[in-house]
């Protein structure tokens, strides 16, 4: 049983051995840009900001001294072609361009006004309230790497500096399959013994934050010829197809027999509960991920899994999973041969589990993430001791 079984800490290098990153390209606009992954570097076109300008509203002036004559005024979004006298100061509001000589802004309250003449009442040091040009950047920074992760505050970079539409890598194209001839699509009629998926929606919006599209979920019967069916028209228009049950040793648990028809095994089997009997394969060049029918087995492992998958797929880590060292409200039991991923909460900064059975479903939605149990000799980890909490993706 599971007699390829891969320890959880090689999954990277096995992903990495058997996927090809995807590098096919959209052309977006750079509004649409977030969470994308850049195919380019882009750099700045033009320091920022393009001009001097004031960040009060106040007076330019042209030297040091305590009087000045006014001569007129700049609006903002006006070009200032004035060059200040020593004796010359000139009205700028907030964020307009500053005249050419000015020695330093000063406040409109730190003044006196009689006139045309402006004195001051507050000593003024040279430069102050001015923002210079090329202060933010300067022309030809980087502001996007390529293959990089392009980031909420990176888009209005991009808007900032003129790049109305930009080369990204194309979503990875998911599709699901849900096998088992008892699991209904919610809306359709069911009987006592049958259930709703329920798995497939949350990995939809896993899929979703972890930057990929979910362009198909299908319902498939647990039979070889139905599955490779299934597969044979999902294969070119996929690069990741993941299944839910069908993965365990059961009689219609068909997922591993189908693949290897038509593809191979790369494992079947991971040193890890809950989530056993994960599946892993490969059809020509499109990956297969198997996840277990229950509900909490496949959550949990889709956690585990999927940013690790999703990184080797795309390139770039699209998620980095919040982590944090919590301590125990009770003893925890390692297992023989096999690392924990054990679902709880933190209350009062106490992880508190909530596991109950694999097919759980109030386990998973009580929960807000998983404690790493890595030993695999049946220790016990004591109440008050410390583990690695991973936050659910979110």
Known sequence: MFDNRVNPSNLESIFRGAIRPIKDIDYIPSSEACKRISVDTLRTKY??????????????????????????????GEQNTRTLKDNECQWV???AMIPKNTYAMVKVENTEVKGHTVRLIKEVIEGQEIVRAG??????????????????TKVALLSAFGFSSIRVFKKPRITIFVTGHEIKKVGQKKEITEVYDSISPLLSVYVQLLGGQVIDITYVDETVEDLRAKFATSLHSSDLIITIGGTSMG????????????????FHGISL?????????????????????????????????????????????TTIPKIQSVELSNEIKSYQGFERLIPGTIRSGVFVPT???????????????????????????????????TEFLS
């Open 47 to 76: 320091p920022l900001p393009e001009f001097d300008f004031s960040q009060v509203d106040g007076y330019a002036l042209g030297s040091h001294r305590k009087e000045f004559n006014l001569i007129g005024e700049v609006k903002i």
């Open 135 to 152: 202060s933010d950047f300067k022309d030809g920074e980087i502001i996007v790497e390529e293959g990089s992760l392009i980031s909420e």
């Open 251 to 266: 009689k219609q648990d068909n997922v591993k027999k189908t693949v290897e028809l038509i593809g191979e095994t790369i």
């Open 93 to 95: 509001p907030t964020g």
């Open 273 to 317: 509960r809950p989530g056993k009997p994960l599946y892993f394969g490969k059809i020509e060049l499109t990956p297969v991920i198997g996840f277990p029918g229950f509900f909490g087995s496949s959550i949990i492992m889709a956690n585990f899994v999927l940013p690790t998958l999703f990184k080797v797929l795309t390139g770039v880590s």
């Open 355 to 389: 596991f109950s059975t694999s097919s759980s479903i109030r386990s998973i939605s009580e929960a807000t993430g998983f404690v790493h149990v890595k030993q695999i000799d049946g220790s016990r980890i004591p109440k008050g001791g410390y583990l690695k909490f």
